[in-house]
């Protein structure tokens, strides 16, 4: 009986450090493999206007709390020797406004993007929700094109480029005259709607380019130094047709001053 007794406790034994070690060895492969599970695959996000000097201003992009319509830094009238007072009126005033308007409007359904400026979004237009993004494109573009169109023209513009703008023109391009004859060729082939740029890209190169709709040129890594309207509604009431008369008298507003800022500015360009 004694030696039953024994052995029936002896396979009990046997049978719980058995269960105790399948147990444990359970509690080891859910530490183990838990944290496998449970990560996410990690997508490093940079700060797209940390490394990128500023695009709209000297010293800062276009805020969208809320987006503002910027005032003409000159009188309607003042650049008669290229474009007319009443287009000036319409271009600022109702076009420049609808842009602002919009991209306000829009916005509203995603208030989180307000801390982010227009140039951001514009660099990283993936990451804007769809059903407002080709708004954004368009509308934050136009808002941004036509702030920088306003600084680059002046009453007292015009002539011969001069500063480190006139040496880059001149090396990158051969001559001012073979610079401005290409810019107009370009702006004068942009079918439809749209803007032709003198750029810089990411190799501090300048580049001629052209740009459809309201797209900005920093969509694709490049810095806008100088940059000509080829809407229709730029030039229409004055020249109808005519889009290489506006081109040519055009040089006749540009600001060398702030083109040479803004030249300088692109070369601290990171993309």
Avoid at 75 to 100: G, P, Q, S, W
Wanted: charged content about 20%; some cysteine.
């Amino acid at each position: 009986m004694l030696t039953k007794f024994l052995r029936q406790q002896f396979v009990l034994f046997i049978a719980g450090i058995f269960l105790v070690s399948v147990l444990f060895a359970c509690q080891e492969n859910q530490i183990t493999e838990s944290p496998t599970a449970t990560v996410s695959p990690v997508t490093q996000q940079t700060p797209l206007t940390t490394n990128s000097p500023p695009v709209a201003y000297p010293d800062r992009e276009l805020t969208t709390s809320p987006a503002q319509l910027p005032k003409l830094p000159y009188a309607y009238n003042a650049l008669e020797k290229a474009i007319d007072a009443e287009t000036m009126k319409l271009h600022h005033d109702r076009h420049h406004a609808t842009y602002v308007n919009n991209l306000n409007e829009a916005l509203q359904k995603y208030p989180e993007l307000k801390n982010r400026s227009v140039e951001a979004m514009l660099r990283d237009l993936n990451n804007i929700p769809e059903d407002i993004r080709d708004t954004v494109r368009n509308n934050g573009g136009g808002h941004l094109n036509h702030t920088i169109f306003w600084q680059i023209m002046s009453p007292n513009g015009g002539g011969q480029p001069t500063g480190e703008i006139a040496q880059q023109i001149n090396q990158t391009f051969g001559s001012f005259d073979a610079f401005r004859k290409q810019f107009n060729e370009a702006g004068g082939d942009r079918f439809g709607s749209g803007w032709v740029w003198l750029v810089r890209n990411a190799q501090n190169q300048l580049q001629i380019v052209t740009t459809a709709n309201q797209d900005s040129p920093i969509m694709d890594g490049l810095y806008p130094i100088m940059g000509n309207d080829v809407w229709e509604h730029a030039y229409y009431l004055r020249y109808q047709n005519r889009r290489p008369e506006y081109l040519n008298n055009w040089w006749n507003v540009v600001n060398w001053t702030e083109i040479n800022r803004r030249s300088q500015a692109g070369l601290q360009q990171k993309v």
